[in-house]
């Protein structure tokens, strides 16, 4: 695993459906009991919040949580808490952030865009693409994704995740698949690396067993659609 995923601040961006937020509840539920660890749910494009409904979970894990006014609730315009502000002042040993799907999302994360240049040596800033699903299907739309992202976020991609799913209809050969378009993406964004994200067997199947394995707990975004 790349020595970027142990910075402080982890950011995780993508598009809709990327699986932005089972990522973060895996790194988050593997971070606690090891470190301090908070995550942070910036979406403000869900109204629904999907890392929040598993709160009571993270928290009974010891991972302190931090999500929009609102949220679980049917209120359409949810509010960032000042609290929010705190991770940047409180010790924390893992902060990690789950931004809203595309650049309308990443619009919240460029609220504290001042905050995260104080510490973007401490910072890496994950984009997730899931070559099965639109607008990532290409390294080229992959990576017009990451510049619009980083234009409303302003802050550069410096990981590109390779979480290329269909769920259980995944197979070792669309996990390879995604990783050809997610290198190709970083090449153009000028992201230092990829990392490789899936089932622990399908990694091993797809020959990328160095890659971050992942469990599932939730139901993937998109099959709501």
Request: aromatic share 6%; with cysteine.
């Amino acid at each position: 695993m790349t020595p970027l995923f142990d910075r402080r601040f982890l950011v995780l961006v993508g598009n809709y459906g990327s699986g932005k937020t089972e990522l973060a509840l895996n790194l988050a539920l593997a971070a606690a009991g090891k470190k301090s660890t908070t995550l942070v749910d910036l979406d403000i494009v869900n109204p629904y919040f999907r890392s929040g409904e598993k709160a009571q979970e993270l928290r009974e894990a010891g991972v302190r949580v931090l999500m929009p006014s609102f949220a679980l609730s049917t209120v359409d315009s949810p509010a960032l808490p000042a609290e929010i502000q705190s991770v940047f002042i409180t010790p924390s040993d893992r902060v990690i952030f789950d931004v809203g799907g595309d650049d309308t999302g990443a619009a919240a994360l460029g609220r504290y865009a001042p905050s995260f240049r104080q510490f973007r040596e401490e910072t890496t800033v994950a984009l997730v693409v899931n070559a099965m699903r639109p607008l990532t299907q290409t390294a080229e739309d992959a990576a017009e994704l990451g510049r619009r992202i980083e234009q409303r976020g302003r802050m550069r991609v410096d990981v590109v995740i390779n979480n290329t799913n269909l769920a259980e209809r995944t197979t070792p050969e669309m996990l390879l698949q995604g990783h050809e378009t997610a290198c190709g993406a970083a090449r153009l964004l000028g992201a230092d690396c990829v990392v490789d994200a899936g089932l622990p067997e399908l990694l091993r199947q797809s020959g990328l067993a160095d890659g971050l394995p992942v469990a599932r707990y939730m139901k993937p975004e998109w099959m709501d659609e």
